[in-house]
């Protein structure tokens, strides 16, 4: 905490430097400042806002919206800012057409969605690439994460082949650009941003009171054929509640949980300049604190899950001469994370599997309760076993040069860039041992009662852990020759580019390095027609020497349709532009072995012999290695229509197309385990991918009332051409031919009736079954129900079918906007602890309280309860299989902007203060738990109140 505050104090004390500075830069501009110059700014703010003329990055660069001939989406900052949130993909939900946003945990600092670009185009790895301002950072989503919102200008998602096709080897998976905010030429303007909230559990889970759960595990002990646990006695004490510490029945949600938690976020920024340089400064706090109850606030002995985050950055761009320009982005952040000596997956699994009977939370002399079957008191382990913590530093620095060679021809310059990026990771941990103790009744000679304690467990005291530390840096180098010119119809521009990328990380790790040499042409004519080439040379150490770079091209095209003689003069059609692309993109993230082309060799246990026994170590053969292994390789094809009609209605509609192959498989398929030694990885899968992506935007005024209204959706599907399987005994075992992830099991056709039913049909051979057992289908009519018989089911959990609807306006001064978000075309699979009743002694769930018994057997929906061990019931079946779409109202927020002239007085020129709610309604059919998460530390909503204020 100490460090944190240190660099706080730097961060601040550059801060005001910087701010300093951009004082006398804003006094020069002034000096150099002509009549018009003012006039000249409102004019291009003017023409940025216009969504044809507007700009958008694309890979190492940026285009004209009206000429792009790519399939990107683009999200600018303010947008997200609608969605507080403690990680940025946190509200990127629905936000941008072709991106799947799935909701996971809600454990402050470990709330990072899964992030899907057009689906699963490969059945290996999946992620994608992250590049702030033009760098990768960090890899996938952790740096991007935890920026704050306010430094953010833009987050822009790259689908298509050529959008993609500079990034070579690592783009076959997508890309997401994140552009921070820079300074513009003009008057300072400071802007403070604060948002305070509480956060409350999206859902969790109930349990049956000590009551049902007694008198159901008897029902479950006579369908086993013994006897039952609890007499009448204790089941009357368990309804009356006669005695809380023999006869406990306790929520440990509501033991171990408070009802809400606080959330704030608060960012202070700066920006302005002049000619000679301007500048965009930001620093930010958020703080997230979780939901454990009674936690220590001084985390002396315990903590509360908890993450502080700081946030800063300082963007500064210079015209050094006529020719010459500069910049200097420094960006980073601290990170302070506390949590119980638990994790949250346990401590979670915890609360939802010990019952409500199972002991008191503190027996009557104080001491913790538990017993041997449920040995992790929940509320013990988030108060007596100490407390974990992680401090991070991330410091990111980039410098440009930028020269014109005008001095060799009109348009041609000449850049060079350097990054730094850095993290550290270190750790401090004060954890301990509890013991539990768990109350009997002993019988004294005078023939009352007496209380006993049987202890489980040990104790230790709080134990001081420092000895975590982990970091890594990344180096990249940039240098790139650009080329743009117009000449009467005519339009050029060219670019080409080396860019060197070098990751080292602590341990006993080899750099990751990767080179690349690309660029791109572009050629338009007459405003109307356009065509891009963009390609790349690219490489990566990960590939045999001699085999380590592929070339990966693309083509694309747009034809302005409404510029045309036809359609021109139209006044219902402003808008309209078809495009299309073709390319060949590759993905280098390796599944197994990082060098799958070399044979490795390493320790592997021990064998004793000779004279006197003695042990030796042994040295194992590795997987084999494949000299011929490369990388994956993604056709992609994309076509696009952009378009605006009334100067009311814009739309954007793609269709896409990826054919992917040398997925990396196994040879276990067609190699027999005999052999002795794992086989090697071969270059053998293929996977098919298709989709579409629709967005319709709506925007008019009636008299003062703005108001809009869009929906959007987005589709994709895919289906596994080859992946090298195991010989399979029947056609319809094969994954082969289904999608990615798509869940096989057996048909559930009701439950056995009664012996009856079971002598007459076929063999189930998991184990014995009985009236009331689950029933499944003998799909080959061999007479028996085993492993053979298991089919294609449902869908797989990630969604086929993501879709949005937003609508909102302003009216004087007031605003409002509501968003919703929905998932669909997906199941899941309702198994483990939150589902099966008594399974490893799991809890009992309201869901088997309509379970099978004789009077129940007409209408029942839940097998038959069992204290035994059931190898038929509970197994990969389409009984446990549940749609899992779902629609949420992701955000409301209402806001209200004071008048201007009531704020002239005071030099503010704009304040806004608003409300808002996220997650606060789900309409879905798991009900149980959310329907994304499935379980654990669950997603959360949250009720805020929101100050802007800019001077």
Not at 859 to 870: F, G, K, M, V
Request: proline content about 4%; overall charge neutral.
């Amino acid at each position: 905490m100490k460090t944190s505050i240190k660099i706080s104090i730097s961060i601040f004390r550059y801060t005001l430097l910087v701010c300093l500075l951009s004082f006398f830069s804003e006094g020069w501009a002034q000096t150099d400042k002509q009549p018009d110059a003012k006039n000249s700014v409102d004019k291009k703010s003017k023409v940025a806002n216009d969504s044809l003329t507007a700009k958008i990055n694309v890979a190492y660069g940026e285009q004209l919206v009206s000429t792009l001939t790519s399939s990107i989406s683009v999200v600018n900052g303010e947008e997200l800012r609608k969605t507080p949130a403690a990680s940025v993909s946190n509200t990127l939900f629905g936000r941008l057409p072709g991106l799947t946003v799935m909701q996971r945990a809600g454990e402050p600092g470990y709330d990072s969605p899964s992030m899907l670009i057009r689906g699963k185009g490969t059945y290996n790895n999946t992620g994608f690439l992250v590049l702030v301002d033009g760098f990768e950072t960090s890899g996938d989503q952790s740096y991007f994460d935890q920026m704050s919102v306010d430094e953010i200008k833009s987050v822009a998602v790259l689908k298509d082949a050529a959008a993609l096709a500079l990034y070579g080897i690592r783009g076959a998976n997508g890309a997401i650009l994140v552009t921070t905010k820079r300074g513009v030429e003009g008057k300072s303007r400071i802007t403070f941003n604060a948002r305070k909230g509480f956060q409350e559990a999206l859902r969790t889970p109930s349990f049956l009171s000590s009551f049902d759960y007694a008198r159901l595990y008897n029902e479950a002990q006579v369908n086993d054929g013994l006897v039952p646990q609890y007499s009448e006695a204790a089941l009357d004490a368990y309804k009356n509640g006669r005695d809380p510490y023999l006869y406990p029945n306790v929520n440990w949600y509501k033991e171990a949980l408070r009802d809400n938690a606080p959330f704030s976020d608060y960012s202070l920024t700066f920006s302005g300049g002049g000619k000679a340089a301007r500048y965009f400064v930001l620093m930010g706090l958020m703080d997230n604190q979780g939901l454990y109850a009674n936690t220590d606030e001084d985390r002396k002995i315990n903590s509360n899950a908890s993450f502080k985050r700081y946030n800063f950055r300082t963007n500064i761009d210079m015209s050094i001469s006529k020719n010459i320009s500069a910049s200097m982005d420094i960006g980073g952040r601290v990170e302070d994370r506390y949590y119980p000596n638990i994790s949250a997956a346990s401590l979670w699994d915890d609360m939802a599997r010990i019952p409500s009977n199972a002991y008191p939370v503190r027996n009557p002399n104080g001491t913790w309760g538990g017993n041997s079957v449920y040995p992790s008191n929940p509320v013990a382990s988030i108060l007596a076993g100490g407390l974990k913590s992680t401090h991070d530093r991330n410091l990111n620095a980039t410098f440009r040069l930028a020269e014109d060679l005008n001095f060799i021809t009109p348009g041609l310059k000449l850049s060079q860039a350097v990054s730094f990026n850095n993290w550290h990771r270190g750790g401090y941990n004060k954890t301990k041992s509890y013991r539990t103790f768990e109350l009997a009744t002993m019988a004294t000679e005078d023939g009352r009662d007496s209380l006993t304690y049987i202890s489980h467990g040990t104790e230790s005291d709080l134990a001081v852990d420092q000895s975590s530390n982990d970091q890594w840096n990344r180096t990249n180098v940039q240098v790139t020759l650009s080329y743009d010119k117009t000449l009467d119809n005519h339009s050029l521009k060219g670019m080409l580019m080396y860019h060197q990328d070098v990751l080292t990380v602590s341990g006993n790790n080899v750099p990751y390095a990767r080179q690349s040499i690309m660029g791109r042409l572009n050629y338009g004519y007459k405003s109307r027609y356009y065509a891009e080439l963009d390609f790349s040379y690219s490489g990566s150490e990960s590939f045999p020497a001699g085999h380590r770079f592929g070339f990966f091209p693309a083509l694309s095209g747009a034809w302005i349709i409404s510029e045309e003689g036809f359609l021109k003069d139209s006044r219902m059609v402003d808008f309209l532009k078809l495009r299309a692309s073709v390319g060949l993109i590759g993905s280098d993230r390796m599944v197994g072995n990082r060098f799958a082309y070399q044979q490795d060799f390493y320790y592997s246990g021990s064998y004793n012999f000779g004279v006197n026994n003695s042990s030796q170590n042994v040295i194992a053969e590795g997987t084999v290695g494949n000299k011929d292994i490369t990388w994956e390789k993604s056709l992609k094809y994309n076509l696009g229509l952009d378009g605006k009609i009334f100067k009311t209605l814009d739309f954007t509609a793609d269709l896409f197309y990826e054919r992917r192959r040398d997925i990396l498989s196994t040879s276990d398929g067609s190699v027999p385990a005999y052999i002795g030694i794992s086989s090697p990885y071969l270059n053998y899968g293929k996977v098919n991918n298709r989709g579409f992506e629709l967005n319709l935007n709506y925007n008019n005024k009636i008299g003062g009332l703005v108001y809009y209204a869009g929906v959007g959706a987005f589709y994709s599907k895919n289906k596994i051409v080859e992946m090298n399987e195991v010989t399979r005994a029947e056609s319809y075992l094969y994954r082969t031919g289904h999608s990615v992830g798509k869940p096989f099991g057996l048909e559930a056709i009701g439950f056995f009736k009664d012996q009856a039913d079971i002598s007459n049909s076929p063999v189930q051979t998991f184990s014995p079954v009985q009236p009331g057992d689950i029933k499944y289908k003998d799909q080959n009519n061999d007479g028996f129900v085993n492993e053979n018989d298991a089919i294609p089911l449902g869908l797989a959990s990630e969604p086929e079918l993501t879709y949005t609807m937003r609508v909102g306006g302003n009216y004087k001064g007031f605003d409002l906007e509501l968003f919703f978000h929905g998932i669909a075309n997906r199941d899941v699979y309702l198994s483990g602890t939150y589902f099966w009743a008594l399974v490893n002694n799991n809890n009992i769930g309201p869901n088997a309280l309509n379970r099978w018994t004789p009077a129940t057997s007409a209408t029942a929906d839940y097998p038959r309860l069992t204290s035994q061990p059931n190898a038929n019931n509970y197994r990969s079946s389409s009984f446990w299989m549940k749609s899992g779409a779902a629609l949420r109202l992701r955000n409301i927020e209402l806001g209200y902007t004071l008048p201007k002239n009531a704020l002239q007085k005071i030099r503010v020129t704009n304040t806004r203060i608003f409300v808002s709610g996220i997650n606060l309604f789900t309409w879905d059919k798991i009900k149980t738990v959310d329907p994304e998460s499935l379980g654990g530390y669950p997603p959360l909503k949250s009720y805020n109140l929101g100050l802007r204020v800019q001077f």
